[in-house]
């Protein structure tokens, strides 16, 4: 359920316009509409380009710029027959020629991704089959947007050899603006190079519900101010520093929540103005840093829209918040259109014709290609979409573009991937920045810094990468490790295990994954179990969150209880250095930790750390 209005409040303690104003976050409407240029402020090379451009574009191009969608296949011209469902062709090459589109986006489980050369090899080919498709007009040649998730932490689809950093609320943590910064530029930087030109990152919703199930660490922090700070550095970092695109998301906030938009319809109870000291303050400072992209949220915002529709579908809260009050001018595009949040009350293609009436400019991963780019199309001869409305979103994909030097040189250059995707000093630049966020919570028994050699150390709990990771450095130190790993789920079995085991050892160290949240574990709440079991031993216990910090709420009896608010391995072998003595901790809680059942009462308040 969504948390009571006083807990809202409390977290807002302190949190006045005034104090936004002075750090830079509230700009005034006019100063945040000239953020982007206007049309008759863009650069005279890129109004020309834009403008001849969409006068020489048919109708099914200028449409096919609004989607952004997947496409299977890790080359451009190797036919995948996951397509042909979807499509009614099969190579990704295919797909972007058929429709004409804006541009694709990256996953995984897509095989868009596997390695460096990889990536480059297939934004290469999609750029190619962009460039040179049959035209009427061989002429129009408009480069893609090659799109992925890489905000870093738990939501992040290229691995190593790429540097990894700990992620959003990890960098919250740190409380440095030039860390957040520095990490988005290295990250952009990397995508670039790989032909990888639009991140969909920062998050800016402002996480001040700890059962929120899909947001959580994704953000930097349950403080407003925070937040709005980090993600001003980020979007310099990425646009500025690393000359790509980047999309602030989810308008109109996604932080107070327990509902996830990817399988229900969450509702936000905020009033308008909990809305404007809470949820707003990091979108304004995204737009007046000048942000490419803000990506919408499929969600209801009673107190912006009461139609029940969702933000994503919502005229007021596009056109009339987004749009017109914070003066945005940049593309607006959708979260993903297959996600069940925005396919609650309308069907794929009439998703997608109202979404764009909303205010949308383009559409994410619709589900039901053929269907909806036929609606658009149809719209558009009917004149439910005027043909002026759909210039103006083409012009602003297009401006985004030529911004970001698509039209000037839409290649990735193979040859130089090697010195810039994860170097050297991109590595240990990750591990500096990653050493700052790791927050220790709590130390009562002054277990820690720990001197592991000549030790036997059991390392239990969460992730055969996270535990193996920490027995490795430990034993980098003299130690002698033993692992068992148990996962989100442990059973009895793997507790009795786990506990036999400690008692061999002579110190213990317990990872744990969102042990608060049974829907991830399990309904017997099986990690807050196995941390119990091994307190009970009697032996020293540190326990370690590798996700959301709000875990020790549910065994508050732990003595000692590190934060590393992600489980990649540059941020376990920070929390290893920690552990030992190697690093003192000096990470702050960038959100408040609430007891229990009881989230208008503070466990450990924001900003909370203690260090060595």
Do not use: C
């Not at 130390?443 to 992730?463: E, F, M, Q, R």
């Amino acid at each position: 359920m969504p948390r009571s209005a006083p807990s809202r409040r409390s977290v807002l303690a302190g949190v006045t316009a005034t104090a936004l104003l002075g750090a830079g976050i509230l700009p005034s409407v006019a100063s945040a509409a000239s953020a982007l240029p206007a049309a008759g402020g863009v650069p005279a090379g890129e109004h020309g380009w834009v403008t001849s451009t969409i006068a020489r574009m048919t109708l099914e191009e200028k449409v096919g710029q609004l989607f952004v969608q997947n496409v299977y296949g890790s080359d451009a011209n190797t036919p995948d027959a996951r397509n042909i469902p979807l499509y009614g062709v099969a190579t990704p090459a295919e797909v972007v020629q058929k429709y004409h589109l804006g541009g694709v986006i990256y996953f995984a489980w897509t095989d868009s991704v596997k390695n460096p050369d990889q990536i480059t090899a297939l934004s290469n080919g999609l750029q190619k089959a962009s460039l040179e498709q049959d035209t009427t007009d061989p002429r129009v040649g408009v480069p893609l947007q090659i799109a992925i998730d890489q905000e870093q932490g738990v939501v992040t689809r290229i691995g190593p050899p790429a540097t990894q950093f700990p992620g959003s609320m990890a960098l919250g943590a740190g409380r440095s603006a030039d860390d957040a910064r520095t990490a988005a530029a290295i990250t952009g930087e990397e995508l670039r190079a790989m032909g990888v030109n639009t991140n969909f990152a920062p998050v800016a919703d402002v996480n001040v519900n700890a059962l929120n199930p899909v947001i959580g660490t994704r953000s930097f922090s349950s403080d407003p101010v925070l937040a709005a700070q980090m993600v001003r550095a980020q979007v310099a970092g990425y646009q500025d520093d690393a000359g790509i695109s980047t999309s602030a998301k989810h308008f109109p906030g996604h932080g107070d929540t327990a509902t996830d938009s990817h399988v229900a319809f969450p509702v936000i109870t905020h009033t308008r103005a909990q809305w404007e000291q809470m949820d707003a303050p990091p979108f304004r400072a995204a737009i007046s840093e000048g942000i490419d992209m803000i990506m919408t949220a499929h969600l209801a915002f009673p107190a912006l829209d009461d139609s029940g529709d969702p933000a994503t579908l919502s005229k007021p809260i596009l056109t009339g918040v987004l749009r017109e009050e914070l003066g945005y001018r940049g593309v607006i595009v959708t979260d993903s259109l297959a996600m069940q949040g925005v396919r609650d009350r309308y069907g794929d293609a009439e998703v997608a014709v109202r979404a764009l009436e909303a205010g949308v400019d383009q559409l994410l991963m619709t589900p039901a290609m053929d269907e909806a780019y036929a609606a658009v199309l149809g719209a558009v001869r009917a004149g439910r979409i005027s043909e002026r409305a759909l210039e103006a979103k083409v012009a602003r994909v297009l401006e985004l573009k030529h911004r970001r030097g698509l039209v000037a040189q839409p290649y990735a250059d193979p040859a130089a991937v090697a010195s810039v995707v994860g170097t050297p000093e991109h590595l240990a630049t990750a591990d500096a920045v990653t050493d700052r966020t790791t927050t220790l919570v709590k130390n009562d028994s002054a277990t820690l810094p720990l001197a592991v050699g000549g030790k036997k150390v059991l390392v239990a709990g969460y992730g055969a990468t996270v535990t193996s990771t920490l027995a490795s450095a430990f034993d980098a130190q003299g130690a002698t490790s033993t692992v068992r790993q148990t996962g989100t789920s442990p059973t009895d079995a793997q507790i009795a295990d786990a506990v036999a085991a400690a008692q061999a050892s002579d110190a213990v160290v317990v990872t744990t994954m969102k042990a608060w949240d049974t829907a991830v574990t399990d309904k017997r709440g099986g990690q807050q179990k196995l941390v119990k079991a091994l307190l009970d031993t009697g032996k020293p216990v540190v326990v370690v969150a590798t996700r959301d910090p709000y875990d020790i709420a549910y065994f508050t009896a732990a003595p000692t209880y590190l934060a590393t608010y992600s489980y990649s391995p540059v941020a376990v072998t920070s929390v290893a250095r920690v552990i030992t003595g190697q690093v003192s901790p000096s990470g702050k809680l960038p959100v408040t930790i609430p007891v229990a059942g009881d989230p208008d009462s503070v466990l450990y308040p924001f900003g909370h750390g203690l260090g060595y």
